[in-house]
């Protein structure tokens, strides 16, 4: 299990509290859509190689690459005084990453203060069962789980060496901490179409909301990605055959279209990057461990803020870097699945950005 360090010495000290830039213009895009919602990398390492995100044989970023915890607090701060007002953690896997609780607590000052929102993460769940507590005095009120299916023995088939109960059990403990669960589970062709309605039913009768996602074809995995793609309306087709759905406008800030599932009480949501292009309302960024931004997860260009980050003791040269870079912000992704070359869209895998 490779795992994320900071040193090798103790445990890290408490961060060194970044203060926020002097209050400046919110960062709206040139489409008028004003940039609330962060994503953030910490790390692009992982405990499990699931067979849509990661090859089995990874190559990593150099931990000398790797943004500090410190850097990535300023970084976040800086775009809290810009507007920012929800964060999702993400990885890779984020609560692999050594000494990670000190950014959340560090980042939990923008909650205390009502600058922020919301402070949320996606994870595995792998580790939830060690860090669900933390999470929740940190005030992180709702997490995102990654479970593609119930089946133990296809759910190591699909992460290659997961345990599924291992998951389970960070999953009950992050109720019991009092944080709301959503499911993510990615749609795949001939591995777990058949079982979808099962992953609903058991996730609303747990209480948590379920979204289902289109495979992205983001990295090199190994795989076909034409073997792995099922579109989410053949999908939601089926589903409609069991239970009856219902359109709702609830949002939650991120792409997914959410219906209202009479037979539970609970909702679905659906991600369709390739069927469905959900972009004419985003106002969202990723930020990577090493500090690119990436302005529209569907495409390569992407500006470095680390260099801005390193240059100066303030942050002067960061607000004028983010300026630039939200400046090209596209109207929207490419996301295609190439028939012809088999190749995916974007070449970076998705744990590099965080999803």
């Known amino acids: ?54 090859s089995e044989h990874m190559t990593f970023l150099p931990k000398a690459d790797i943004l500090s915890l410190e850097e990535l607090d300023r970084l976040c701060t800086a775009f809290v005084a810009r507007g920012t007002r929800k964060l999702r953690i993400t990885g890779g896997e984020p609560l692999v990453r ?15 203060t009502g600058a922020l929102e919301e402070l949320t993460v996606t994870t595995n769940g792998s580790q939830l069962a060690r860090y669900a507590g933390e999470l929740a005095d940190c005030g992180v009120r709702r997490i995102n789980v990654s479970l593609d299916t119930l089946d133990p023995v296809k759910f190591r088939e699909i992460t290659r060496w997961g345990d599924i109960d291992q998951v389970k059990a960070g999953i009950a403990a992050a109720q019991r901490a009092g944080i709301r669960v959503k499911i993510n589970a990615v749609a795949l062709k001939g591995v777990n179409e058949d079982e979808l309605g099962d992953l609903l039913a058991w996730a609303h009768g747990d209480g948590m909301d379920l979204t289902i996602i289109e495979v992205m074809p983001l990295g090199d995995i190994g795989e076909n990605r034409l073997d792995q793609y099922l579109p989410l309306s053949m999908v939601r087709a089926k589903l409609a055959e069991r239970f009856t759905l219902t359109e709702t406008d609830y949002r939650t800030g991120g792409p997914a279209r959410y219906v209202r599932v009479a037979e539970t009480g609970g909702r679905l949501g659906f991600i369709t990057p390739l069927t469905h292009n959900f972009c004419e309302s985003c106002n969202r960024v990723r930020l990577t461990c090493t ?24 942050d002067a040269l960061l607000h004028a870097a983010l300026d630039e870079a939200i400046g090209r912000k596209p109207k929207g992704h490419d996301f295609v699945i190439d028939r012809r070359t088999k190749r995916p869209a974007v070449a970076r895998h998705m744990s590099v950005t965080g999803g």
């Open 1 to 54: 299990m490779a795992f994320e360090t900071v040193s090798a010495a103790a445990p890290p000290a408490p961060l060194a509290r970044a203060e926020a830039a002097p209050a400046t213009a919110p960062l709206v895009d040139p489409f008028g859509r004003a940039i609330t919602y962060l994503r953030v990398s910490v790390t692009d390492r992982c405990d499990l190689r699931c067979v849509y995100c990661m």
């Open 98 to 112: 050594r000494g990670i609780m000190t950014l959340f607590r560090s980042l939990s000052r923008h909650i205390d």
């Open 291 to 314: 500090g690119t931004l990436f302005m529209c997860l569907g495409q390569e260009d992407a500006a470095d803020l680390r260099a801005a980050l390193r240059a100066a003791p303030d």
